[in-house]
Every structure is written in C-alpha cells, then in structure tokens.
C-alpha cells in the first residue's frame, strides 16, 4: 500500500528524529512530506508518536490502488525536475 506522510512538529530537534525515521521508511518529496510503501501504517505512528507534542500534527494518507501520485518542482533528493 501507498501512503503519503506529513507532519508539523514545533521542535527543531524532534522534528529532526522524525525526519530521520521517516527517510528510512520513504521517499522525501518536500520538507515534511514523505511518500512510503508499507503494508499498514500503523508501525509509522507507533514510531514517531513518543516524539509528538500534543500541538504537533503528523498525517498519514492512504492512496487508493489507483491512486497518482504527481509531482511538479524539485524534489529535495537530487534536486532534479519532475513534471
């Protein structure tokens, strides 16, 4: 399955430990914005959820089975152009 993870952590050295947790699991499309391929989501929340403040906000979506995704602008790996 598909999913796309995004998070808005207020700390700078949490947010880091999220980042660095995610990059293992998936793609890193923009600064808190990871596409992941995994059977089920809940090891990504159970990963990062000691790490969130009750203020912070984390979000994994489920892409349907034809679900695009499609990306314009760089990407922050290799800063190549994709349309």
Aim: proline content about 1%; aromatic content about 8%; glycine content about 4%.
């Amino acid at each position: 399955m598909r999913f796309v993870v995004c998070y808005d952590v207020s700390d700078n050295s949490k947010r880091m430990k999220v980042m660095k947790r995610l990059k293992n699991r998936g793609f890193h499309a923009q600064l808190s914005f990871f596409e992941v391929e995994t059977e089920r989501a809940d090891p990504l929340l159970v990963e990062v959820k000691e790490l969130l403040e009750s203020t912070d906000r984390f979000a994994v979506v489920r892409l349907s089975k034809r679900g695009k995704i499609r990306r314009i602008g760089s990407l922050l790996e290799g800063m190549e152009w994709v349309l």
